[in-house]
Every structure is written in structure tokens, then in C-alpha cells.
């Protein structure tokens, strides 16, 4: 039983004993009181009418005049009197019913007054005896109102009373119900803090739980800024703090074989010209503050377009990737007004950047070759840095397979195929006893006679605005495919489809009208909400997970120490991207940053899946280090449905 409705019943039985016990002891005090009067009552008036009665002549009709006079005054029940020998002389004697009384009160109360008797005198003999009775329905009558009198007094009070109870106990179950919210939400990783009550009692628990909440949360935080430090020490160069080649490298090729947004957009190689020669001029510490400055320019430039990163390929070549962006030209003078204004800086030395830029611009799709794609800016690279100019930026023109030529073309085409359906092709992910966590949905669309990768169409679908209105039709094909076979199946949600509050709107009426499908649909959200949109993140986890759906972020890798602010968010699951646990094998600092990455999220309530398991011992590595799922090339589903890793 809660200590809620304790406090009720004794609440309750609190006013139900005080009423009781009031109404007992006064309608017992009353009783008695009333009970004695009467006694007295009876006795007075019977020596009263005796004494008239013994002064009278002993004749039979003076004593019966007097005696029935006295009855007709209404206030005597019975009057009766007996000669010596017992024979009655004369007898009066009214109805015993008492109006306006319920009969129950009457045999529960029944006053028991004996009636009064008095010897009348003839002379120095006796002549008779007198019995006198009084009416007293009135006593029934005035206790009974009495009675009703104080029982509402006590229903008033009781109803005063429950209505302080109520304010009290609810001032008490709202820090409580605070406090117990806190202690589940620690339960389940999340680590919030609960405002102080005034009941002092209550104030010291919500303060202890606070502190604990507070001290956990903190431990969490620091332990992700330990493993955030550990990871930029192993992907990051240590100059200018941007991805070391290698990491680079690996993203660039996870990005080119992806089936989504990744899949297009532009690759940057820019070169400073001469750099043994100015460090050799200006020294090690403003060359390497020079490039440092570049570097933050350069990632500033990623940033706008939200999954954009810079790598260091060697000492004086910087390469930028950015996702999704296709306007070569409009990129190349956004980048010279970014290099013009950084060569207008002086650093603390005093020196003013100097630095001699040259750089190539390209755009990649999702059949063209990392080899290949180098080779093309390679050539325009040299020929940028052959012009000798402060800074020469030069556009690869390569020709791309198109499927439409211009937007009108692909709005239509796209149009068309989202009327006839999005089709779902889906790849499992699975845990260390290789039972299936969930399907991860690639969607395809019928375009130019064939089904087509979202790599193909995704940046056609951001560039004409309609990716919300595909993704709502993903959705639906993702409730369709679970309530056919009973898998549960994850989609890619964009950035911009969370921002619409159309689509969210719509999202919720499907999952409330697919109840049973909804509790196995798994949404997936970029890392970049949980980096520059955490509220608008919490309050679409709010949304949807009372539909009953898991929330999870997609491809999480670039900022560690964000895991650990995720704690009241509301997401059920993290999936790190393949670029990170890449180069698992011998690397023993990276196996550290890994384990520390799946228990901070275990710490956090998160269930965390590795991408890009290549093979069996790969796979095998991942679970060993505490992630719960991974998925990846080398995860297949066997047509009899079982899953294996290749080896």
C-alpha cells in the first residue's frame, strides 16, 4: 500500500474516531442528563398531586375531576389511583408513539424512567396510592435533533478537515512524486535534479538525492571528456586539432560507400605553398599558430554544412569533406573571402598570416573512387599552385552520369516515384548471440527503369524541399514491412524532416494509428541534433516515445564527450559510426576509448551498436569491449533467417 493512501486511512479513521467518539459521549451524557430530569420530574409532580389530592374530600368524583383535569393538560403519560386494597380508583392513560423520531433511535436510546408514586392521606390514613407518569417523547425528540445537529457540525468539519488533508497530502506528494521521479530517472541514466520542498524532512531527502544525482552525473561527464581527450589523441593531429590522415581517409571512404546523404557532395584539397620555407623564416611557433588558424577556418567552413570535417593529410596539405553540398563555384569564393580575411590577421607574435594557399575543389557521388577523386585534384592542384598567386583555388569540371537534367526534371521524376511507393531494403544488426536487435531500412526509389539508393536521390530530395514529405511515405512503408513479418525495423530521420513540425505532426498520427507496429519502429537522428539542437532532440523523444518507438542517434563518433549530456534527452540507443572502430586490431589505446565509450553509455541507459563490422573477428573484438549490437558488411541474413558473420 502507498504511503499515500496510508496517510488517508488514517486520516479517515482520525475523523471517524473523533465523530464517534464525540457523538458517543454526548448523546450518553445527554441521555443520562435527560433520563434524571425526568426521574425528578416524575417524583416532584406526583407529591405535588398527592399533597392537593390528600386536602380534597375522599369522594370519588372530586379525586376523578382533579385527575382528569391534570391529564388534559397533555404532559402526563398515565395517572392512575389505587385504594389500599389495590382496586383502582380512577385511571388515565395516553398513546406511547412519538413523532418525528426514527423507531431505531427510540429502542437505541429508551430512557428507563420509572414512574413516580406518592401515598395520598385521609386524615392520619391512608387512602390511596398515586401513580404519575409525564410524557417525555419531547426528551427523544430534543436529543434526537441534537444528535442531528452534531452530526452535521461533523460532517462540515469533516469536509474542512479532508480539504486541509487533501491540500497537505498534496503538497507532500508532489516533492514526493518529484523525488521518486528523480530516483527512477537515475535508474534509467538520467541524472536531473529536483527543486527543494519546504517540509524539512523532504527538503533533506530531495537535497541527498540531488548531491547523488549531481556527483554521478559529474563522474559521467568527466569520464566522457577523459575519452573525448583520449579519442582527438588518436585521430586528431596534435598541431591543428583537425582528423589525422588515416581517420580521414576512412571517413571519406564510409562516405562514398553509404547509401544515403554521405553519399554526395564536395571534397576540398588545399595546400600551403612554401611552408619549410616560412617556418624556417618565422620559426616553429608562429608557423605552427599560423596553421592553426587556417585549421579553425577551415572547420568554421565545415561547420555550415553540419557533418563537414577537416582532415591533415601531411605537413602542408588540409583536406575538407563536405556532405551535400554541390555549388562548386559558390564554394570556391566563399572559401577565398574566408582565406582573404584570415590573411588580414596578425597573431601573437605579431606576424602577419602569410601563408600561400593553393586548392582544388570536387564533387563526389556514390560511384566515384577515392583514388580517382585524389588523382583529379591532385592535377588541379598542381596547376593552382603553378598561377603563383597569394591564393589559387581551382574547380575540377568532371562529368557525372546524370539521371535528370535540371531541377524540374527531378522534381517530377521523384514525384512520380514517391507516388508509386518507397521500397525498403534492409540489412540486419545483431547481438553477441547473433539474435537480431532490428533491421536497419535502406530506402530505394523507382527512378529511370530501376530501383535506386537513397546516395542517388537524397540530395535532389534536401535541394527541392521535399524530404519530409519522403520520409513520412518511408515511415510508412517501415509500419507496413513490421506489421508483415513482425521484424522490428530502424529508418534515417534528417535534420530537417525533426525541424518541421508538420512532419512531426503527421509522424505521431501514423505511429498512434499503428499502435502495435510503432512499439518495434526504431528512429535514428543525426549526431548534429545532439551537438547544436539538444532541446528540440528532448522534445521529439517526448513526443514519440509515448507511442511507444525507440530513438536512437546515427553515425555518433566526432564529439565523445557528448554522450554524457544525453542523460535526460530521452534516446534509447547510440550507433558509433564505422570510422571509429576502424583499425581495431593491435591498437590498444583505441580498444580503451571503445570500451569506455559502451560503458558510459551502459552508464547512461543506452544500448550501443557498432557500424562497420567487417568479419567475425572484427565483430567478436566490438562485443568483447561491451557493444551490444553491430552492424556492417560482414552481418548477413541467411535466407533461412538466421544471421551470420562472415568470416
Not at 417525555?136 to 434526537?144: K, M, V
Not at 553519399?263 to 617556418?279: F, H, K, P, T
Not at 569564393?333 to 593553393?358: C, E, H, I, K, N
Not at 541507459?605 to 569491449?625: P, R, W
Request: proline share 2%; with cysteine; charged share 20%.
Amino acid at each position: 500500500m502507498s504511503l499515500i493512501k496510508q496517510l488517508w486511512l488514517i486520516i479517515l479513521g482520525l475523523l471517524i474516531l473523533a465523530f464517534s467518539g464525540s457523538l458517543f459521549i454526548s448523546v450518553t451524557s445527554s441521555h443520562d442528563y435527560i433520563e434524571r430530569s425526568i426521574r425528578l420530574k416524575n417524583a416532584d409532580n406526583t407529591n405535588a398531586l398527592a399533597l392537593t389530592m390528600s386536602q380534597l374530600p375522599k369522594d370519588g368524583v372530586t379525586l376523578e375531576l382533579l385527575a382528569s383535569a391534570q391529564f388534559d393538560t397533555g404532559h402526563y403519560r398515565l395517572i392512575e389511583l389505587r385504594d389500599t386494597q389495590g382496586a383502582v380508583i380512577t385511571r388515565h392513560q395516553a398513546e406511547t408513539g412519538i413523532e418525528n423520531v426514527p423507531k431505531w433511535f427510540v429502542e437505541l436510546i429508551d430512557f428507563n424512567v420509572p414512574p413516580g408514586k406518592a401515598k395520598i392521606q385521609d386524615g392520619w390514613q391512608q387512602f390511596a396510592t398515586l401513580t404519575l407518569e409525564g410524557q417525555h417523547g419531547f426528551a427523544y425528540r430534543t436529543l434526537w435533533r441534537s444528535t442531528l445537529a452534531l452530526t452535521g457540525w461533523f460532517v462540515l468539519a469533516g469536509g474542512i478537515s479532508l480539504a486541509l488533508a487533501w491540500w497537505l497530502v498534496r503538497r507532500i506528494r508532489l516533492p514526493l512524486r518529484a523525488v521518486i521521479d528523480q530516483a527512477q530517472n537515475i535508474g534509467q541514466r538520467r541524472f536531473t535534479t529536483a527543486q527543494e520542498p519546504r517540509t524539512q524532512e523532504l527538503r533533506e531527502l530531495v537535497q541527498a538525492m540531488n548531491r547523488l544525482s549531481t556527483v554521478v552525473g559529474d563522474q559521467l561527464g568527466k569520464e566522457g571528456q577523459q575519452l573525448e581527450s583520449l579519442r582527438r589523441q588518436l585521430q586528431h593531429d596534435a598541431v591543428t586539432d583537425t582528423l589525422q590522415r588515416s581517420t580521414f581517409l576512412d571517413r571519406l571512404k564510409e562516405h562514398l560507400g553509404s547509401q544515403d546523404y554521405r553519399a554526395n557532395g564536395m571534397l576540398i584539397l588545399l595546400r600551403v605553398v612554401d611552408l619549410a620555407e616560412y617556418n624556417q623564416r618565422f620559426g616553429h611557433a608562429v608557423t605552427d599558430q599560423h596553421l592553426r588558424e587556417l585549421a579553425d577556418t577551415l572547420t568554421e567552413l565545415a561547420a555550415e554544412y553540419g557533418n563537414g570535417m577537416v582532415g591533415r593529410l601531411n605537413g602542408q596539405d588540409f583536406a575538407v569533406l563536405l556532405p551535400g553540398a554541390n555549388d562548386l563555384d559558390n564554394m570556391r569564393d566563399r572559401l577565398y573571402q574566408s582565406l582573404d580575411a584570415l590573411s588580414d590577421t596578425a597573431g601573437d607574435a605579431g606576424v602577419t598570416f602569410a601563408l600561400q594557399a593553393a586548392g582544388a575543389l570536387i564533387s563526389y557521388g556514390p560511384d566515384d573512387s577515392q583514388p580517382l577523386l585524389f588523382s583529379a585534384l591532385d592535377n588541379a592542384l598542381a596547376d593552382a599552385e603553378m598561377r603563383g598567386e597569394r591564393t589559387s583555388l581551382s574547380v575540377v569540371t568532371q562529368h557525372q552520369n546524370a539521371l535528370f537534367n535540371g531541377q524540374e526534371a527531378w522534381r517530377d521524376a521523384l514525384q512520380e516515384s514517391m507516388s508509386q511507393g518507397v521500397q525498403l531494403t534492409s540489412r540486419p544488426v545483431i547481438d553477441e548471440t547473433r539474435q537480431l536487435v532490428h533491421m536497419e531500412a535502406q530506402p530505394e526509389l523507382f527512378l529511370s527503369g530501376e530501383w535506386r539508393h537513397a546516395g542517388i536521390f537524397m540530395p535532389w530530395l534536401t535541394r527541392l524541399n521535399i524530404t519530409t514529405q519522403f520520409e513520412l511515405d518511408m515511415v510508412d512503408a517501415a509500419l507496413a514491412e513490421i506489421a508483415r513479418n513482425g521484424l522490428p525495423v530502424s529508418i534515417h530521420l534528417s535534420t530537417a524532416s525533426i525541424y518541421d513540425a508538420r512532419f512531426v505532426l503527421e509522424l505521431r498520427e501514423r505511429l498512434l494509428a499503428n499502435q502495435e507496429a510503432s512499439r518495434k519502429l526504431w528512429l535514428e537522428v543525426p549526431e548534429s541534433l545532439a551537438t547544436r539542437e539538444m532541446d528540440n532532440l528532448r522534445s521529439f523523444c517526448r513526443a514519440q516515445h509515448s507511442r511507444g518507438c525507440h530513438i536512437g542517434l546515427k553515425h555518433v563518433g566526432t564529439d565523445v564527450r557528448r554522450i554524457a549530456e544525453l542523460r535526460d534527452v530521452g534516446l534509447d540507443y547510440l550507433k558509433i559510426e564505422a570510422g571509429l572502430i576502424s583499425h581495431l586490431k593491435d591498437n590498444d589505446r583505441l580498444k580503451e576509448v571503445l570500451r569506455g565509450i559502451a560503458s558510459l553509455c551502459h552508464s547512461e541507459g543506452l544500448l550501443v551498436v557498432a557500424e562497420g563490422a567487417t568479419d567475425s573477428a572484427h565483430a567478436q573484438a566490438l562485443f568483447e569491449l561491451g557493444f551490444d549490437g553491430v552492424a556492417g558488411p560482414g552481418v548477413k541474413r541467411h535466407p533461412d533467417g538466421h544471421h551470420i558473420i562472415e568470416d
